[in-house]
């Protein structure tokens, strides 16, 4: 049987529909079908966007009372259930809106749009209850909203829990089935981690009515900003692992900037490995703690994340990146002993592009805090290439919410990683005075086979600085696994980039486990 490629396919349906449109008398004006609003539109508008002047477009403050509102009042503000906007279709899609105050201060337009006609949703306080806030004079009709979200029966059939939402500059954040909010995504970043970043916000949203009692959600998003304007279609999969396929024009405004495309934003305050930081009874606090990378030559990078002394910018080399995320591997209660934010049950998203992206970079932000409350962590990819203004820049990926996540670990996975001075492995080899212990924990994939004669694992660790002294592998029943432990020594106060990873007979065994380290000051 000959396969036949999509371009193909597509080739033939328009040659198909030429031959038809030759077989059909032309249709009178009164009797053509009236346009469809669609994603074209969308990137039209981004394009007519960049050609004129930026303009930022918050008001210079909010009708009274809800200019100087505190998170705790604002959040009190609930959309009323009842007025749900796709009129709560039988198991399918709920929208409600976010009112603007706090720190959501620019107005949004959303529309929705039916049977191809895109209108927009009109502002009533009749909408919201607006909690402990006394408003004693109605807003105006065209005020608009800060942001909105979708809600789906993603847990049980007949409860409808938030799923995604879209609140602030160009973020939003989406669950699969037993998540609670952690990280979040953003459209795009710009300059991150300099003086000069700047941050894209979403201007309007189309949102198609979905189908009743279906788990997919169309939207399409205006995104503008002092760097660039673009035009976003988000297709949603609601399930137990959703998933979010974006497709993505841009129209640079200016040459040279560093773009982030697929962004992830997080939060790492401590861990195992980086005890810097101590909160009381809690252990580890974290909505992720590692970046997971699938390079284009096929191997799987696992690099824990810290919060470190100083702003931290991580550069991984790539050609044709096939995927990269920001995961939580902790799942047990145990690490984080947080009955409120159940930090064990955070989602991990993983990005996946679609087509070739080329030549760059998966870039990793650390920026050192000292609160739970400052998202300190960014992933995203940088082109090799700064796209050019004048010239629509076109891209498009898959983001996947999971909790365990096992098709993200082929071979075995990275599940801790310690760190400690060196000790005596029952050598009579002298000890180095500087050196520096490792102990990374691996499990899953094959591993389990070894468990029982770990002596035909090797342990291949290695540094860019410095020189690794000894290495050895022992079993670790209690993960079904394999511990590894190295010691490196290096100069005082330089860093070292260190890899390891497990192989037995020529075979590569777990994913590599990539860490950077500077030894302490003399």
């Given amino acids: 049987m000959t396969r036949i490629t999509r371009r193909q396919f597509a080739g033939t349906l328009s040659a198909i529909g030429a031959q038809f449109a030759l077989k059909v008398p032309a249709l009178a004006a009164s009797d053509a079908p009236k346009p469809r609003f669609g994603f074209e539109n969308v990137v039209q508008r981004a394009h007519d966007l960049a050609l004129a002047p930026f303009d930022a477009a918050v008001p210079p403050r909010l009708p009274d009372p809800f200019d100087a509102l505190d998170f705790d009042t604002w959040r009190g503000i609930r959309f009323k259930r009842e007025h749900d906007i796709f009129a709560g279709a039988d198991g399918g899609f709920r929208l409600e809106t976010f009112h603007l105050g706090f720190l959501y201060r620019r107005p949004m337009t959303v529309n ?12 009533s306080p009749a909408l919201f209850d607006y909690g402990r806030l006394k408003v004693e004079k109605a807003p105006p009709v065209n005020t608009g909203f800060a942001g909105f979200r979708l ?38 970043c710009v300059e991150t981690g300099s003086e000069h970043e700047s941050f894209p916000f979403f201007r309007e949203f189309w949102i198609e009515t979905p189908e009743k009692g279906s788990n997919h959600a169309t939207l399409y998003a205006l995104l503008d900003g002092e760097a660039a304007t673009g035009a976003f279609r988000f297709d949603l999969f609601a399930g137990q692992e959703s998933a979010l396929e974006i497709q993505a024009t841009l129209f640079p405004r200016r040459a ?27 252990t580890e606090l974290h909505d992720s703690d590692g970046l997971l990378i699938r ?14 002394p100083r702003t931290r910018i991580s550069s991984f080399l790539d050609n044709n990146n096939r995927g990269f995320g920001l995961l939580q591997r902790d799942r047990t209660f145990e690490s984080y002993q947080d009955l409120d934010l159940a930090y064990e049950n955070r989602p991990s998203y993983f990005v996946e592009p679609i087509g070739d992206w080329g030549e760059g970079r998966v870039e990793l932000l650390e920026l050192p805090t000292r609160d739970e409350t400052n998202d300190n962590i960014v992933a995203s990819w940088t082109p090799a290439k700064s796209p050019e203004p004048g010239a629509p820049f076109v891209y498009a990926y898959r983001i996947t919410a999971g909790l365990d996540m096992p098709q993200l670990a082929p071979n075995g996975m990275v599940v801790n990683t310690f760190e400690a001075p060196a000790r ?9 005075p500087a050196a520096h212990r490792f102990i990374v924990d691996f499990a899953g994939g094959d591993l389990a086979y070894y468990v029982a004669d770990p002596g035909q694992v090797e342990a291949v660790a290695t540094t860019n600085a410095g ?6 592998v022992a079993a670790n029943v209690h993960i079904g696994g394999l511990r590894a432990l190295f010691d490196v020594s290096v100069q005082p106060g330089q860093t070292a980039d260190l890899r390891l990873f497990l192989r037995a007979h020529g075979r590569t065994l777990t994913e590599t486990w990539t860490y950077p380290w500077t030894a302490p000051a003399a």
Avoid: C
């Fill in 295 to 308: 390079t284009g030559a096929g191997e799987w990078l696992w690099r824990p994340l810290t919060n470190p």
């Fill in 256 to 282: 040279g900037m560093k773009l982030g495309l697929a962004p992830l934003t997080s939060m790492y305050l401590t861990g195992e490995n980086d005890r810097d930081v101590r909160d009381g009874f809690r």
């Fill in 467 to 472: 020189r690794v002294l000894r290495a050895s």
């Fill in 424 to 432: 005596a492995l029952g050598s009579a080899e002298p000890l180095d």
């Fill in 151 to 188: 809600h789906f029966p993603v847990n049980e059939p007949h409860v409808h829990d938030e799923v995604i939402s879209f609140l602030g500059a160009s973020y939003f954040r989406f669950l699969g089935r037993d998540q609670k909010y952690g990280l979040s995504a953003r459209a795009l």
């Fill in 112 to 123: 929705m749009i039916r049977d191809g006609i895109a209108t927009p949703i009109p502002y």
